[in-house]
């Protein structure tokens, strides 16, 4: 389990489009939330401990902001033909099993990780009605055996911030995880990017 920090990744970006499958093989994107308030789209796992740690306090937050305007899309772009935990029929039991109310999606090409610069799961972009990033970094302090309880401080304050109308947060910690696992013909130009 390498720990992985967050890319450095500009705020302002603009969210890039994808059409993801889910388990039922329904399409999801950000073009399906065009205009929301809020839109994250996070990168996450099945089995890294990092995530493992908050998923259940992450649907909570998912449940609890959805009714102000946030919209969650969460992305396994890990490799399942290497971690068999990560398959899509996975990703779908993992949703039932911790009360997903927003679509989990795999990047089965891992193009879409690459476009949006993602480098471990956890790894949040939250991006306002203009789809423009306005936060990139941790839900909160909790570590694996660290002793913090997982309650996704560091995003609700961004969210908190971005549904006021007020500037990003100043401070943002980059989110630190487990390494997307990726493909051996993705990972030479993960490397050299």
């Not at 969650?72 to 009360?99: K, P, Q, W, Y």
């Not at 610069?117 to 009605?129: E, I, S």
Request: hydrophobic share 40%; proline share 8%; net charge negative.
């Amino acid at each position: 389990m390498p720990r992985t920090e967050s890319n450095p990744v500009e705020l302002g970006f603009q969210a890039p489009d994808f059409q993801l499958p889910d388990a039922s093989g329904r399409l999801h994107g950000p073009g399906d939330h065009a205009g929301a308030p809020a839109l994250l789209v996070a990168f996450i796992s099945n089995r890294c401990p990092f995530v493992v740690g908050i998923r259940e306090a992450f649907a909570d937050f998912a449940r609890r902001n959805a009714p102000r305007g946030l919209r969650v899309i969460a992305i396994n772009a890990n490799d399942a033909e290497a971690h068999s935990e990560e398959t899509l029929e996975r990703l779908g039991l993992e949703a039932t099993a911790f009360g997903y109310d927003f679509p989990y999606v795999k990047d089965e090409t891992q193009e879409v990780a690459r476009a949006y610069g993602a480098a471990c799961t956890p790894d949040l972009f939250l991006f306002d009605a203009a789809q423009h990033l306005v936060y990139h970094g941790q839900f909160d302090g909790f570590r694996p055996n660290n002793g913090v309880t997982p309650t996704g401080e560091s995003l609700q304050a961004a969210v908190d911030a971005l549904l006021a109308g007020e500037p990003p947060i100043d401070r943002q910690v980059p989110s630190i995880g487990c390494n997307i696992k990726w493909r051996p013909e993705t990972q030479a130009a993960v490397a050299a990017e």
